[in-house]
């Protein structure tokens, strides 16, 4: 039976098509190169899931599927793309119905450790911590939001098999160009990263966590192969801090306290220099650290790849200018903005 991917031309539904077999559907707003492989692995249909006319095709596109992967956000768009709600929120909303109206038994829908509340500095949080999101992110509000219409789609529609997994960062040599756009911008060359000269400035107390993408992968098959509900947290092993960060990143750290951090970014932001909006930084600093040990126990999942392997291929990746054959994942540093911020504010959640 047939599995549907929807934002399967994104970073982890690139790795998922890897991963399934059989009769795969991948859902798109820009189709990718439909010869190059993964993506021969799938057929193909274009839909722009905030549009209203989206509707009636997913619940076509669902019908007899045995299960659905939720995949498509907009995380960082750019300035001139549809607002982030209509996508993430209103777009979630009828993928949802078109599951239910189809009589979809599983969906698996990609939440995030976003959507947690901030948590503590000393220990690890489990599902059952608070997704209440961090305050200032728009990402964590959203993904918040995403939380409370799956927990009411879950007590609508008690039959369906409703998954959601929440991982940390999540990266892959094929999505360094993506990334790239989405932070540095044209400002700074890529190619410098990883340099043994180069400062990283970060602050003290950061804490961060990341998985490959080939690993989410992992972990979504092993949901749709057991048929599982509920909540699962993924990222590798070990949680890495400032410095650590630094020495992968570049040559060392510059520490700079996180309020001066966030000033200069807002600026270089607000002027167009850069993509990246503070908010980022807030949640980066906020997010609590997860624990996998539920993932482990009912999926068996162990991610293969540890998370210094994982930043140091992507960062490789990065000087490359790694990409691969989809809008999403598509080469190119972007553009420097006209004295004004290239990219949606991430700073508060805003249609």
Known sequence: MTVV???????????????????????????????????ARARWVRCDLAAPTADALLREVFAGARAVVHLAWAVQPDRHDRPMR???????????RAVADAGVPQVVCASSVAAYAP??????VGEAWPVTG????????????????????????????????????VLQPASAAQLRRWTLGP?????????????????????AQAVHADDVAAAITALLDRGLAGAFNLAAEPVLDARDLARILGGGLLPVPLPVLRALTWAAWRT????????WLRLADQAPVVDTARAAELLGWRPEHDTRA???????????????PSA????????????????????????
């Open 119 to 124: 948590g503590p500095r000393t220990r690890r």
């Open 272 to 279: 167009g220099l850069v993509p990246l909006h503070p908010g």
């Open 134 to 169: 961090v305050p200032g992110s728009a990402y964590s509000a959203q993904k918040a939001a995403l939380e409370s219409v799956l927990d009411a789609f879950t007590a609508e529609h008690p039959t369906i098999a409703v998954a959601r997994i929440r991982p940390c960062g």
């Open 187 to 207: 400002l700074l060359p890529a190619r410098l990263l990883g340099r043994r000269l180069l400062p990283v400035p970060l602050w003290h107390g950061l804490r």
């Open 328 to 351: 999403p994942l598509r080469g190119g540093a972007g553009r420097l903005g006209p004295l004004e911020p290239t990219h949606q504010s991430q700073g508060r959640e805003a249609r």
């Open 86 to 96: 209509d996508t993430n929120l209103d777009g979630t909303a009828r993928v949802l």
């Open 5 to 39: 991917v929807t934002g399967a031309s994104g970073s982890i539904g690139t790795a998922l098509l890897e991963r399934l077999g059989g009769d795969v559907v991948g859902v798109a707003r820009r189709v990718p190169d439909e010869t190059a492989p993964p993506y």
């Open 310 to 324: 994982v930043l140091r291929q992507f960062v490789a990746a990065l000087a490359h200018d790694g990409s691969a």
